[in-house]
């Protein structure tokens, strides 16, 4: 990749990458260093980077990034140790944003990533598995078992709206 390739790709994959590491944190000036550090990383690596996988390369290494962070911090969620007794949401509460998230943050780190991969950054389940280094039938399996998490713990959608 030359320099005016890597520049363009980070004007076109910046702020998508700084959604998906938002949306897995929640703190903005730590999403801020880790898309920072994977645009260095990558930067490193320019040469080695072909100009048409750049925005898989850059979202395969905001996603290591994301998790070296996180094991950093020692940020884990036990799925069998969680509290289950809170999950149903108030009826009368509509702002499903709100709601979506909170459901989103019950999962584990895993599965929440290649959720959001698929569902909020439209990748296909070969381009996740790329990028996360898990097999194509883990990617499906932690996106079902999601996704029946989050049917679980939101209800029916009649109820919210």
Known sequence: MTVT??????????DSIYRFVLKNIKDTEK?????????????????????????????????????????????????????????????DYSDLNEVLHRALDQLPPDQKNVILLRDYEGYSYKEISDMTGLTEAQVKVYIFRGRNFLKKYIGKIEMLV
């Open 5 to 14: 390739e890597y520049n363009i790709s980070v004007e076109q994959y910046a």
């Open 31 to 91: 999403a801020k260093d880790i898309v920072q550090d994977t645009f260095e990383k990558v930067w490193k690596s320019h040469a080695d980077v072909e100009a048409s996988k750049a925005k898989s390369y850059l979202f395969s290494t905001a996603y290591h990034t994301l998790i070296d962070s996180v094991r950093r911090n020692k940020f884990s969620a036990d799925w069998e140790k969680s509290d289950t007794s809170h999950m149903q949401t108030n009826n």
